[in-house]
């Protein structure tokens, strides 16, 4: 350890930085390993063994695609909402075009959801 043997300072050759990022604040992370034990620690102090990094970092993933699949939801319905105003404003190749939005959307998002529907039961014992 460098720096006084303060924990919070460590030798070149103790500590690598990564491409990755902390799965709970996004901060870039070094690997780091000290008297055979290897983790990974973000600047803020997070700190993941190989394993539960992995864990922390699947479960990330899988909240942020679920929040896709809202997020697709929600597009959905607001073009069906600007189709119908579309038509009550005699626009119909307007509305035509938000409807065809809509759908996509609502046919994206619900082949995600089917997705992570899978990926959760695949993963039951």
Known sequence: MADGDDP?????????????????????????????????RCHVGHQYSPRSLEAEQ????EAKLWSAAAALEEHAAMARHLSRRSDEEVDQGLAADYERV????????????????????????
Request: aromatic share 6%; proline share 5%.
């Open 102 to 125: 809509a759908a996509q959307s609502s046919t994206a998002a619900k082949l995600l959801v089917e997705e992570l529907h899978q990926r959760r039961d695949a993963d039951r014992p």
């Open 8 to 40: 919070a300072f460590l030798a070149p050759d103790e500590v690598r930085l990564t491409r990755m990022s902390c799965p709970e604040c996004n901060g870039g992370l070094a690997e780091v390993e000290l008297s055979g034990f290897r983790y990974y």
């Open 58 to 61: 699947r479960a990330a993933v």
